[in-house]
């Protein structure tokens, strides 16, 4: 067991979910984990301190100026003492106040003064959670590194259904562990491609595609939550950049070679995720291009830019490579065609056909075709299929297929 032994500060919020807290003090024990409670005013209103005490074996701390409480364990030896600070149930006026770094009670207070990593799991009605604040304080919780973990979907106490539900006791004690057992790419170096390229006609024109980058950054953060060294080569995309991960930022096709060459020797792994626009313009000009009054038509010359992930294969000590083939029809013929002509290990095709999945969109759905086999990734959110698709490429890359 993972948890044996791992201190766990949990922080109750003031939600009706703050009932299921007691369920997952004890689940958490029952893994071996030492469980500490601090809990917020409005935490007491639905659950007693008492319950927590008995449940947990220790004082429940409830007042940042509790001199008995200091005298015991003061709040920022708690907030040191903890491996992992679970907030269940995170309430929308809480997630706002960590992600404000309020230091006015105990819970802020301890996600400010420890060093452990922090995890929120939201509860609260659907309408709240859909909320634009509380969407825009999750995200910038999760820049900041903070992991969040749910909500569920479902009916909820207030009588509607919908995203907001706690997760339950099980789920959030089953991902514990699983945060406390070796990551499944632990140390591997991953290098990544993702977004369009721009490809200059002149000082202010540009040829591109729709990519938005969101597949390769999906992968970029999963591979990081999964332990790997993680770094991404970006074309022009307007995301965030994931917690704990170097991105390279490039335009061209040109340059995304060049600083995936740089890059290439130290790593495991190599996933050409960019939509690499495959001409460029021959002579770029100098000074913007002007229109013309004597003719309707005008002719861009084109000249094919270099295959960066066939360059990487090519390398004599190649990492694992896996390329995408996004295609309109035929896709897994497409796909083997592409995997045997740019001596890949693996490659993962989507059909971008369809509007609700693929290019831009927040879903994908994947076949994933190696040498010797194939697997389909259902569709999902990109994020979820990128930890799928990383698991396949651990298992084959442990199986040697290099
Ligand atoms: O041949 P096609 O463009 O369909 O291949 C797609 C795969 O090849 C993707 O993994 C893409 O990142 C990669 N690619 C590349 N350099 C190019 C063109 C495609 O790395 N010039």
Redesign the pocket.
Known sequence: MSLTNKNILLGIGGGIAAYKSAELVRRLKDCGANVRVVMSQGAQAFITPLTLQALSGHPVATDLLDPAAEAAMGHIELARWADLVIIAPATANLLARVNAGMADELITTSCLATDAPVVVCPAMNQQMYQNQATQDNLQQLQDKGITVWGPGIGSQACGETGPGRLLEADEITQRANDFFSPKLLEKINILL?AGPTREAIDPVRYISNHSSGKMGFALAKAAYDLGANVTLVSGPVNLNTPQGITRIDVDS?AQMQAAVMEQINEQDIFI?????A?YRVTEVADNKIKKTTDADTMTLKLIK?????ASVSQLKNKPFTV????ETQDVIHYAKE?LIR?NLDMIAANDVSQAELGFNADNNALCVLWHEGQHMLPATDKYTLAKQLLSLIAQRRRNGST
């Open positions: 491609t096709a050409g995720c960019a939509a690499v495959d830019n270099p295959d960066i992930l390329g995408f083939a996004a592409k740019k």
